[in-house]
């Protein structure tokens, strides 16, 4: 095991802790709901939202992060697709950052050998990286859903925020993307240091 190998593992396993923390909290964009409260959306999860008892009473906010009840409960068809897209992201840079760890400790030593497996593995790792970019960038086509417009004002539209802003779930989904692609590279030059015992002692790159 060489320390870029180690980088590369560590650099990986920083990436899906990114990566799923930004897909799952619903911080990605930032209103405000009735002038009374803050609004955050994700592609799937929203905290807090408006919620009418009855015909005619006023709507009441329901303090609290919930997902849409069902996936065709998402507001937005281009939210669906966002979605699915980064989740399959987010798993794929979950099972790489997994199977790296796998190798770094003994279970899997196998997959670091071959520059041929270093490849496929950062292959994978850049495929993950451009599904979570894809779903950022299908994202924004669905902010002028109804429920966007609520808390962004009626000027909410695609890759109009509006009144709202951004939000810091968002800069962790950047991040995640940007490290993948660092992987990425990453790989190919481990794919370069030959693991055989000739230079095992000579490599400066080996722990």
């Not at 990436?15 to 009735?34: E, K």
């Not at 979605?83 to 987010?90: E, H, P």
């Amino acid at each position: 095991m060489t320390v870029l190998c180690v980088l590369w593992a560590t650099l990986s396993t920083v990436a899906s802790i990114l990566a799923c923390s930004g897909f799952y909290l619903p911080y990605w964009i930032q209103g405000r709901l009735l002038g009374k409260a803050d609004a955050y959306f994700s592609s799937f999860r929203r905290c807090n939202y408006p919620r009418i008892r009855a015909p005619n009473a006023t709507p009441e906010i329901v303090y609290e992060c919930a997902r849409y009840s069902s996936f065709w409960d998402i507001p937005s068809a281009w939210w669906q697709a966002s979605t699915v897209t980064m989740g399959i992201g987010v798993a794929i840079a979950v099972i790489g950052a997994l199977t790296l760890l796998a190798a770094a400790s003994s279970f899997l030593p196998h997959i670091l050998r071959t520059p041929k497996h270093t490849r496929i593995l950062g292959s994978l790792q850049l495929f993950a990286a451009a599904m979570i970019c894809g779903g950022l960038v299908m994202y924004p086509i669905g902010w002028d859903n109804r429920e966007v417009r609520e808390s962004c004002g009626k000027g909410a539209n695609v890759y109009n925020l509006g009144k709202c802003s951004v939000s810091w779930s968002s800069h962790l989904l950047v991040g995640s993307v940007a490290l993948l692609m660092l992987c990425f590279g990453l790989s190919f030059c481990a794919a370069r240091h030959k693991p055989d015992g000739a230079n095992s002692h000579t490599d400066p790159l080996r722990i």
